[in-house]
């Protein structure tokens, strides 16, 4: 199994800022993601992030507005930038190795903006 | 869109099987059948995923129909603190770029002392 942390847990923001939210994972992954959970929503996937290349976003979803790092197998940030209240979410960072069928996922970040 | 459908919603009295079915009637010849929970408040955990066969774990066991258009997730003895919102997924086997794991609406699971 993969243990998959998230700092911050929750945060309360203002509309204009952007926050910096951070996953680790104790061990070497293959595939590292991004998720967003809109309330009383599923999740929606936002981007694949790629070691050591540019991430992979899905449809709806751009570079400017969610920045993606992956500078190592086990820690990856998603940034929201420019926030507005319509990003008030909950955002998952989710984990999977090369060749198993299952994917973690960490506890999310609870993000409120006003 | 997603490629399954399930009921929005279930209930099942604790200490009951509870039978969390799924259509995915478009499925194609290399994509499993994967189950996922999510607990209030809590990132998705894996239950089980399946092909064609029958499968069963510790947590559950999973039915699929021979034509492979519907399948039904058992919880045997569904405890409260199974109560959830269960998602049904079909991705290829290991996901990749052209399997991501994609979310519907799921099953909210409402188990009932």
């Known amino acids: 199994s993969a243990v998959i942390s998230q700092k911050p847990s929750r945060d309360i923001c203002q509309r204009g800022t952007s926050l910096t939210i951070q996953c680790q994972v104790d061990s070497q992954v293959t595939m590292m993601f991004w998720y967003r959970q809109q309330p009383g929503q599923s999740l929606t996937l936002i981007a694949t992030a790629n070691q050591g290349s540019e991430a992979t976003y899905e449809s709806g979803f751009v570079i400017d507005k969610f920045p993606i790092s992956r500078p190592n197998l086990t820690f990856s940030t998603l940034t929201v930038s420019n926030m507005s209240p319509e990003d008030s979410s909950i955002y998952l960072c989710?984990?999977?190795?090369?060749?198993?069928?299952?994917?973690?996922f960490g506890p999310g970040t609870r993000l409120t903006v006003t | 869109d997603a490629k399954t459908t399930q009921p929005p919603s279930m209930d099942c009295a604790e200490g009951r099987a509870a039978n969390l079915p799924c259509n995915h009637s478009?499925?194609?010849?290399?994509?499993?059948v994967y189950w996922y929970r999510q607990i209030h408040s809590q990132g998705p955990q894996y239950i089980i995923h399946?092909?064609?066969n029958n499968e069963t774990n510790e947590m559950a066991s999973l039915i699929i129909t021979e034509d492979r258009k519907s399948s039904t997730l058992i919880l045997p003895h569904a405890t409260l603190r199974d109560t959830a919102v269960y998602y049904c997924?079909?991705?290829?086997?290991?996901?990749?770029?052209?399997?991501?794991?994609?979310f519907g609406k799921g099953t909210k699971l409402s188990v009932k002392p």
């Open positions: 399946g092909l064609k």
């Open positions: 997924i079909v991705r290829v086997a290991h996901g990749g770029s052209q399997g991501n794991l994609i």
């Open positions: 989710s984990a999977q190795r090369g060749g198993s069928y299952e994917q973690y």
């Open positions: 478009t499925i194609s010849g290399n994509e499993y």
